[in-house]
């Protein structure tokens, strides 16, 4: 994929968020931490990814269970960059919001 088709895709995707995303980023936004949406690394796009902790979270929903083997790919790739990358079913931010949230603090240093 070209560099400036990524990036519209990457915009594209902000802009058309599914209602899982919506209600992560607006949990997401509350962390001490700063997270950025859709965020073009490579040729991938991560969901959400926090620079300064090195973490990426990838929403999850039913098509990637037929993209398992890409999945594969993309986690081994964006961990060979440094990332732990957090990855959370669609279902779970409805179901469990305040479990994933404490799953992505477990994952982030204690505030000062």
Same mark, same amino acid.
């Given at each position: ?7 519209a ?13 919506r ?15 859709? %965020? ?6 991560a ?9 990426i ?9 037929e ?17 732990? %990358? ?26 000062p």
């Amino acid at each position: 994929m070209q560099p400036r088709k990524l990036l519209a895709n990457a915009k594209a995707l902000r802009r058309n968020a599914t209602v899982h995303e919506r209600v992560l980023w607006q949990q997401l936004r509350t962390l001490g931490p700063r997270f950025r949406r859709q %965020v073009p690394l490579d040729h991938y796009i991560a969901d959400f990814v926090c620079f300064e902790h090195r973490l990426i979270i990838e929403l999850d929903g039913g098509q990637h269970t037929e993209r398992e083997s890409e999945d594969l790919r993309r986690t081994a790739w964006l961990e060979s960059q440094g990332f732990e %990358v957090l990855r959370i079913w669609n279902p779970e931010v409805f179901r469990n919001i305040d479990g994933v949230m404490e799953l992505i603090r477990s994952r982030l240093p204690p505030p000062p």
